[in-house]
């Protein structure tokens, strides 16, 4: 292993991973590590494997070579149940990745019974008002509440079984700007509060900057360059691609 793949105390590390879709390579290699309580942000255009790494983090993806260690233990492609009181995932649709013909109280409890968890109606409702949700959602369903709403639901979701890692796959891309801020500041809440570690996908800069202290930066299937978010804010990259993404990122982002 490299040296950063080392950390005696790391809570995720990943060495040489490799993904392949039939005879295409997606994932080529990659290792980094990331440390108890830290957001890890990893940042690519489509396509680049950022996505595909985290479905092999959390079990969706078992064809993978390599090595990774999650919470002091090696994993294999097919994880048991406990796993998922550990690592839980949020992905990009709030809307697709909630049950649509399940209210909300379900769709909270469920992860719950499956653990064995006591004390099910206060968990639901501590989990509501932890994400700023009104008590009125609980008996609602999905296609009842707004696009932020529906996102804070998974989040609560994700939170609910008290897993020490998450995985955010474009946590905000679905949302609208005005909603984005919001979901970005109680997710650095609840990081802090809950002493999670997290890793972030997303295409957007600002996002990763926003939540992360080191990036990884992903292009065809490789990462080829890991940096702070201040060298990255400030420009210090060493990359080419690194460059680019940055440049785009502050073109975007001038007035008209």
């Not at 097919?78 to 009181?85: G, I």
Request: net charge neutral; with cysteine.
């Amino acid at each position: 292993m490299n040296a950063l793949t080392e950390k005696s105390n790391a809570k995720i590390i990943l060495d040489n991973l490799r993904i392949s879709f039939g005879d295409t390579e997606v994932v080529k290699g990659v290792s980094f590590a990331v440390a108890p309580g830290e957001c890890f942000g990893i940042v690519g255009e489509s396509g680049s494997g950022k996505s595909t790494i985290l479905r092999a983090l959390v079990g969706l993806n078992q064809a993978w070579s390599g090595s990774m260690i999650i919470g002091g233990e090696a994993q294999l492609p097919v994880r048991q149940k406990r796993f998922y009181r550990r690592v839980q995932m949020v992905f990009q649709d709030p809307y697709g990745s909630l049950h649509p013909r399940q209210t909300i109280d379900r769709i909270l409890s469920e992860p719950l019974i499956v653990h064995g968890f006591l004390n099910i109606e206060k968990r639901i409702k501590d989990a509501l008002s932890e994400v700023g949700l009104p008590q009125a959602v609980r008996f609602r369903f999905p296609h009842q509440l707004s696009g932020g709403q529906r996102q804070r639901v998974a989040i609560a979701r994700a939170l609910i079984s008290e897993p020490e890692i998450l995985l955010l796959d474009e946590p905000t891309s679905a949302l609208d700007v005005s909603v984005q801020a919001e979901i970005l500041n109680l997710l650095t809440d609840l990081r802090e509060r809950r002493k999670l570690t997290y890793i972030l996908v997303s295409h957007n800069l600002a996002v990763v900057t926003h939540l992360c202290t080191r990036i990884g930066v992903m292009i065809g299937g490789e990462m080829v360059e890991l940096l702070s978010a201040d060298d990255l804010r400030s420009g210090h990259v060493v990359h080419p691609h690194t460059a680019e993404l940055r440049s785009l990122s502050l073109s975007l982002e001038e007035p008209d």
